[in-house]
Nanobody
Framework: VQLVESGGGLVQAGGSLRLSCAASGFTFDAIAIGWFRQAPGKEREGVSCVRSDAGNIYYAGSVKGRFTISSDNAKNTVYLRMNSLKPEDTAVYYC??????????????????????WGQGTQVTVSS
């Protein structure tokens, strides 16, 4: 199983970026895929996830309305479109996957970092 993120970079506040996560070694039939981020000196936090079999989607309150998660199952790729970026969005963004699709459950109000497979991360820096 391999996850490879791309699309990070430096952007001014108010700008946009689209992150991509290319997955190999498994299919998107019934999994949870999430985006997480970790800023310097802070714990890793869940940003968004999608449950591939049911289509459930979760967003953290801090990104709701600005970020959009989507997937292209034919390409085994998940995207995170980030609009209206703020300096506080600066972090290393990680893609993660888990074979237990219920690991993405919007009803819990949070996204646990306990996913089985992780990418190497991509840096997003938002300047003010």
């Amino acid at each position: 199983v391999q996850l490879v993120e791309s699309g990070g970079g430096l952007v001014q506040a108010g700008g946009s970026l689209r992150l991509s996560c290319a997955a190999s070694g498994f299919t998107f039939d019934a999994i949870a895929i999430g985006w997480f981020r970790q800023a310097p000196g802070k714990e890793r936090e869940g940003v968004s996830c999608v449950r591939s079999d049911a289509g459930n989607i979760y967003y953290a309150g801090s990104v709701k309305g600005r970020f959009t998660i989507s997937s292209d199952n034919a390409k085994n790729t998940v995207y995170l479109r980030m609009n209206s970026l703020k300096p506080e969005d600066t972090a290393v963004y990680y893609c993660a996957a888990d074979p237990r699709p219920w690991r993405c459950d919007p009803g819990t109000g949070r996204l646990s970092t306990g996913y089985d497979y992780w990418g190497q991360g991509t840096q997003v820096t938002v300047s003010s």
